[in-house]
């Protein structure tokens, strides 16, 4: 008897752990809906569903619907044969005839339209399979959102092209600026072992919409080019492409020289051209549908087309000519910057603007948010709206290199939208961002949007659980811009963790504000770049060893006994003349820059009155301690409301908002104790003494830090 209960105690425990809340099924849970009254009349609606089609695409729908259905309603519901009244019924307005009345011309070739017969079916229907599969997603996200679905007519299309997820993994499964773990593929078991967690991440991508994913570092090693490295890339394509997911490589340079057995890598060289023509073509011979690549060229010590006196569009045309025959893109990065006297954030317009229209029409530039490097806040690059004549890209950072890494909660949307919705004036008042990245500003054919990643093999994927929040948020942005930060917040919050009010309110409010709190602890009033040396952890705006002037944080924050902050207006380095009139004379005049900005564009001094009514000090002062009072709020929030979803994930979040707290006071209290050695002047009142000497804060050491 005695070991019969042990057994099932031990059974017991085995089942708890199987149904442990880790995050592994990210925004995908299908959890039994709650809300008594809407289950019932789900019921009774959905009777089954019916998908003609029998390509890998509408296999995959099916099996979500699958998945999904019986899980959310708490019943079977069973695939029909034919459709019958509530049916549910997906597939291309092709395969379902008469059901499909209306137009599907606006949908392109990913979108989809949603709608409820009289018969109380509900359609789900597109032009093209990948269009069924995201409709059929979006309707699974109403069920999970608990919405009702009696009287639905939903028409969907991207409005971006390329929605990307760039990978900064390596070949050895390291991950640059990686927090989450080491990479998920593995190259050494691959192309014989597929892991179910490839299954998963195109599930997860084609269910908000991402339909690319560069697999490889942007520091590129050109081993990923070889036969071997292109059948185990194959493998990952053969499993992504059912979800409409398309693989693309990052491309060395050098590749030619280093596995190819040339003498150079010039891209106006023959043999060179033909080199990599016919590495393209043995690409596209394993990966038929192979998307293109990502190019990081001349920047960071990475080789490009400058080491032979060429141009970034004499490279970049060159891998053009090669894919073009093929479909593929290039998508070259305008992240530059060289050792030079020069402002670091003039860099890439100075490289790349008089190179405006002379790129091939399959190449897009991809561009940065910020004209430094992911910020917690930047003003927008001035490379937005200053090439129209050439296709650009906008570039996002999911993974938190400058934003507290996987230990700090920050949810990232607002700082999306605060680059999508600026305005570069490039043709007039309303020339946004978005409209510039989207092409329709200059009809430009290819327009595309690529985040970052963020993904590794935690559990859990991202690290932290509210790091799923930002990829998910990456997809459905460059699927609909327009969305608010509010209604993915809640979206996510819904699939992710409880329907329950009384935890969505709140936390959405958490979760919106966390951005603004990180950027007032860590980086106030334009303060940029202040981080540790190298790793990027934590506070070091005293250091000044780097072996170039802008590899350091007091090149950027410029700190004397006068003021604080980088003239950048024309008496200064006059990066401001970049932009556009109406943007620049916003900026230029400190009686109209926002005190956001104020520290980017202006050596402002201690004691000039701000927007706030405060002096410079004591409003830095208050900033820092209000981030502190900020996070301190969220840890009170989650306290308060964590009791409404699992313990597991529950506990998670908890110990990780206290290293949080920890680290928002020890940047608090170090900024402070730095910069009043400039100021000379007392902490206002409510503002606490660091609780350390300046010396302490700076002889801490972190070999342990990520890189």
């Not at 561009?367 to 001035?382: H, T």
């Not at 650009?392 to 700082?415: I, S």
């Not at 935690?458 to 930060?485: C, E, I, K, M």
């Not at 502190?628 to 409404?644: R, Y």
Request: glycine share 8%; proline share 6%; charged share 20%.
């Amino acid at each position: 008897m005695r070991k019969l209960l042990l057994l099932l105690c031990l059974l017991s425990g085995s089942l708890l752990t199987l149904q442990a809340e880790d995050g592994y099924r990210l925004w995908l849970r299908y959890e039994q809906v709650t809300d008594k009254a809407l289950l019932k009349a789900y019921r009774q609606q959905l009777s089954g569903f019916y998908i003609p089609g029998s390509s890998a695409t509408m296999a995959a729908a099916r099996h979500e619907l699958q998945l999904a259905l019986p899980a959310l309603l708490g019943q079977p519901i069973a695939s029909q044969a034919q459709p019958q009244a509530g049916s549910i019924v997906a597939g291309t307005a092709a395969q379902l005839g008469k059901l499909v009345t209306a137009s599907l011309q606006d949908a392109g070739t990913e979108g989809f339209h949603i709608f409820t017969t009289p018969l109380h079916q509900v359609v789900i229907t597109g032009n093209t399979d990948a269009g069924v599969l995201h409709g059929v997603f979006h309707f699974l996200r109403l069920l999970q959102t608990q919405q009702p679905v009696q009287s639905l007519n939903i028409s969907s299309a991207p409005k971006i092209r390329y929605r990307i997820l760039d990978h900064w993994d390596n070949l050895d499964r390291s991950v640059e600026r990686g927090y989450a773990g080491i990479s998920i593929w593995d190259w050494h078991k691959l192309p014989l072992y597929l892991d179910r967690r490839y299954t998963d991440y195109a599930r997860a991508n084609a269910s908000i919409g991402i339909n690319g994913t560069v697999l490889t570092n942007v520091n590129a090693n050109a081993l990923s080019l070889t036969k071997d490295y292109l059948i185990k890339a194959a493998a990952l394509a053969n499993v992504f492409r059912p979800y409409g997911i398309k693989v693309f490589l990052t491309a060395r340079f050098s590749a030619p020289m280093e596995i190819g057995g040339l003498k150079t890598a010039d891209p106006l060289d023959a043999q060179v051209q033909q080199w990599w023509k016919n590495k393209v073509k043995e690409i596209y011979s394993y990966i038929p549908d192979f998307g293109g690549f990502l190019v990081k060229a001349n920047s960071e010590g990475q080789p490009g087309p400058q080491n032979y006196g060429r141009t970034h569009a004499d490279g970049a045309n060159m891998l053009a000519d090669a894919v073009a025959p093929f479909n593929g893109i290039i998508m070259w990065r305008a992240f530059v910057y060289s050792n030079t006297d020069a402002d670091r954030f003039k860099q890439a317009y100075e490289e790349f603007k008089p190179l405006d229209g002379k790129f091939r029409s399959n190449v897009a530039i991809q561009v940065k948010n910020g004209p430094i490097d992911f910020q917690p806040r930047e003003p927008f690059s001035p490379l937005f709206g200053a090439m129209p004549h050439t296709p650009l890209m906008l570039e996002l950072q999911l993974t938190q290199e400058y934003l507290g890494f996987a230990t700090h909660l920050v949810y990232m949307p607002p700082l999306f939208k605060e680059v999508l919705t600026a305005d570069t004036y490039e043709k007039g008042k309303g020339s946004t961002v978005a409209k510039v990245i989207d092409g329709s500003l200059e009809n430009h054919a290819i327009s595309g949007m690529a985040g970052v990643a963020n993904i590794g093999n935690d559990r859990n994927w991202t690290g932290h659980p509210f790091g799923q929040a930002n990829w998910y948020a990456l997809g459905r942005l460059a699927w609909d811009y327009t969305l608010s930060s509010a209604q993915i917040a809640d979206e996510w919050l819904r699939q992710t963790f409880t329907n329950d009010a009384r935890f969505i309110a709140p936390v959405k409010q958490m979760m919106l504000s966390s951005r603004e709190t990180l950027v007032k602890y860590m980086t106030p009033l334009g303060l940029h770049h202040i981080m540790g040396y190298g790793h990027h952890y934590g506070p070091a705006p005293w250091f000044n060893k780097g072996a170039r002037p802008d590899w350091n944080p007091v090149y950027y924050h410029r700190a004397d006994s006068a003021g604080i902050g980088f003239d950048r207006t024309a008496s200064g380095s006059n990066a401001l003349a970049q932009y556009a009139p109406e943007v620049r004379r916003q900026w230029e005049n400190l009686r109209t820059c926002p005190d956001a900005y104020v520290l980017w564009f202006h050596h402002v001094p201690w004691n000039y009155t701000l927007h706030s009514g405060r002096t410079l000090w004591n409003e830095m002062c208050y900033q820092y301690e209000a981030g502190v009072q900020g996070v301190q709020q969220m840890c009170n929030t989650w306290d308060s409301v964590s009791i409404f979803i699992d313990e597991e994930r529950a506990q998670q979040v908890k110990m990780l908002l206290q290293i949080q707290l920890t680290e928002a006071r020890w940047w608090r209290d170090a900024c402070l104790a730095y910069f009043q050695t400039f100021s000379k002047m007392p902490l206002p009142q409510g503002v606490p003494a660091p609780a350390h000497t300046l010396e302490y804060y700076k002889e801490l050491k972190f070999p342990y830090a990520p890189h």
